[in-house]
């Protein structure tokens, strides 16, 4: 008996394939599943961490974030300002901070956390993940809906569970309309190295600007070699999840 057959005699139902998720800007970041941002050279530690608190969505309601780094990295990168966090999570995130000495210690942390259902996201400066250690930490966070980010320096190679992996460096800033010796918004040229939603891109360079007066991530078209000129009508193109409320 064909397929057909059974399903007009009601023995199997209809087959029907899940709807297809909407693919949007950052994929996932800050939302669900594991995500890498890597320095693309030695220092850009702060625009790593300026582009994961711009492209990651505010939360809607109050929370705790979980900010885990090595000893060595605090020593050398310094830790992100309160104030700074503040403005990035509308001051509806409170953070708790783990500092650890060993890199196994900073992911036996984030495992924990991720199982604890007390954090909603763990953002964690590793020296450090294997393909073994991002896959556990995949499945943990699949399992357990806590979103995981990990900041990498810039010899981070190799192999990867994540769902993206995403390497910054800083740009120089855009103008100060209001004073053209002052500095202006931030930029940041990112490239994304690895998408599993979005295999298509993968390779491609953006560069991106925070403005943190309408509290939006632009796209600056133009800027990268090869990408498309600017829109006259829009010379910046928002990411709407990314807009304030």
């Known amino acids: 008996m064909d397929l057909v057959t059974l399903i007009s005699k009601g023995l199997v139902g209809p087959l029907t394939a899940p709807p297809a998720r909407e693919v949007e800007f950052p994929f996932g970041l800050g939302t669900h599943g594991l995500h890498e941002i890597a320095e693309a050279a030695y220092g850009d530690r702060a625009a790593t961490t300026g582009f994961l608190l711009a492209a990651a969505p505010r939360p809607s309601g109050r929370t705790i974030l979980l900010w885990v780094t090595q000893a060595s990295s605090a020593r050398d990168m310094g830790r992100v300002p309160e104030a700074a966090l503040r403005e990035a999570t509308g001051g509806k995130a409170r953070r708790l901070g783990i500092v650890t000495r060993h890199t196994s210690d900073a992911l036996w942390a984030i495992e924990e956390a991720i199982v604890s259902g007390v954090v909603s996201h763990v953002i964690a400066e590793v020296n450090s993940a294997d393909f073994t250690a991002t896959r556990r930490l995949t499945l943990a966070s699949e399992r357990h809906g806590v979103p995981v980010t990990l900041l990498l320096p810039h010899t981070c190679e190799g192999a990867t569970a994540a769902a993206t992996r995403w390497r ?28 599993r939603a979005a295999p298509a891109l993968v390779g491609q360079a953006f560069d991106l600007e ?18 498309p000129a600017p829109d006259e009508a829009s010379p910046h193109h928002a990411f709407p999840n990314r807009r304030a409320g």
């Open 210 to 227: 925070w403005n943190d007066e309408t509290l939006s991530l632009l796209m600056v078209p133009g800027m990268v070699t090869g990408s």
């Open 168 to 195: 910054v460096c800083p740009q120089p800033s855009a103008p100060n309309r209001y004073d053209p010796r002052a500095p202006g918004h931030a930029r940041w040229r990112v490239h994304l190295e690895r998408c």
